[in-house]
T-cell receptor, first 113, second 114 residues
Framework: TQLLEQSPQFLSIQEGENLTVYCNSSSVFSSLQWYRQEPGEGPVLLVTVVTGGEVKKLKRLTFQFGDARKDSSLHITAAQPGDTGLYLCAGGEVTNQGGKLIFGQGTELSVKP | EAGVAQSPRYKIIEKRQSVAFWCNPISGHATLYWYQQILGQGPKLLIQFQNNGVVDDSQLPKDRFSAERLKGVDSTLKIQPAKLEDSAVYLC????????????FGPGTRLTVL
């Protein structure tokens, strides 16, 4: 059974601080995605990484895929209250039928002004 | 472009009652997913449709859950009878080949079973 473990599960920080969220698995995934979910809404895709060692940046967010494609990290620089939400990593395969995603349990981030 | 629509947004029922959720995916998206998200956990896939056919329902508790997508467009997920542990948010997502590997999620239906 493929599992994705995220850490930490909860994170409460002050505005302006930096943070890193980790997503680890014993399985290899062909791609890994990071989603952000706000209360009362569905997850929204932030980024997809597919190549081992790949680093992608989205404004203040930096995503990295491990060399062995088993783990990933999300680093936020100078966090803002608007970054508050549930961050989910999801590993999976994509086929011409849409593929399948396995989600981690999520990291609940709270950024206080 | 309209997003994935779901209704109702909230539902409260007593155990052993029945409940149904509706999802209308993004127009033209052939693949539709139903996920269950229990509080404090990530979404768990229940069933995946490609048009009106089932691709994967291996994690659907078939003794009480059923889903259909008769015309390959909108879909209904039913629980009969509900148990306390079914309390969760039920998310619908859709996917299309020309959008890469992004799944588009609806806002979800929050079910509370008392």
């Amino acid at each position: 059974t493929q599992l994705l473990e995220q850490s930490p599960q909860f994170l409460s920080i002050q505005e302006g601080e930096n943070l890193t969220v980790y997503c680890n698995s014993s399985s290899v995934f062909s791609s890994l995605q990071w989603y952000r979910q706000e209360p009362g809404e569905g997850p929204v895709l932030l980024v997809t990484v597919v190549t081992g060692g790949e680093v992608k940046k989205l404004k203040r967010l930096t995503f990295q895929f491990g060399d062995a494609r088993k783990d990933s990290s999300l680093h936020i620089t100078a966090a803002q209250p608007g970054d508050t939400g549930l961050y989910l990593c999801a590993g999976g395969e994509v086929t011409n039928q849409g593929g399948k995603l396995i989600f981690g349990q999520g990291t609940e981030l709270s950024v206080k002004p | 472009e309209a997003g994935v629509a779901q209704s109702p947004r909230y539902k409260i029922i007593e155990k052993r009652q029945s409940v149904a959720f509706w999802c209308n995916p993004i127009s033209g998206h052939a693949t539709l997913y139903w996920y269950q998200q229990i509080l404090g956990q990530g979404p768990k896939l229940l069933i995946q449709f490609q048009n009106n056919g089932v691709v994967d329902d291996s994690q659907l508790p078939k003794d009480r859950f059923s889903a259909e997508r008769l015309k390959g467009v909108d879909s209904t997920l039913k629980i009969q009878p509900a148990k306390l542990e079914d309390s969760a948010v039920y998310l619908c997502a859709s996917w299309a080949l020309n959008y890469g590997n992004e799944q588009f999620f609806g806002p979800g239906t929050r079910l509370t079973v008392l």
